[in-house]
């Protein structure tokens, strides 16, 4: 069997983007406020060139969220930790996951 470029980068990020084994627990909650949800999430910076708005008081990274757990909204938030993070742009299908461009307030850390 011949293996593509696309193929074999597709094997490649499902290793990298493996949830059992790099995921971290979160709760997503709907922009709406609605019922939250229980999901796992593999983090990672933020990259240049995404679209998002930032500014000295705000962080930013990546989140991606396997397909199959959720299917999120643009203003819906992420509670990992303590830290709650809010999509800050509309999820985009990568493989089998969503990828979610997340920002941060530091005021709306649950606690220090």
């Known amino acids: 069997m011949t293996w593509t470029l696309t193929d074999q980068m597709l094997i490649d990020t499902d290793a990298l983007f493996n949830t059992d084994e790099f995921g971290e627990a979160a709760v997503y909650t709907p922009p709406d406020g609605g019922a939250s949800t229980p999901v796992t999430v ?56 969503w990828r979610l461009d997340l920002e941060q307030d530091p005021r709306l850390r649950l606690s220090q």
């Open 42 to 97: 593999v983090t990672a910076p933020l990259e240049e060139d995404a679209d998002v708005r930032r500014d000295a008081r705000r962080l930013a990274m990546t989140a991606f969220v396997p397909m199959a757990e959720l299917t999120p909204a643009y203003r819906g938030t992420l509670t990992i930790g303590a830290e709650v993070w809010t999509i800050a742009a509309a999820p985009s299908p990568y493989g089998d996951d």
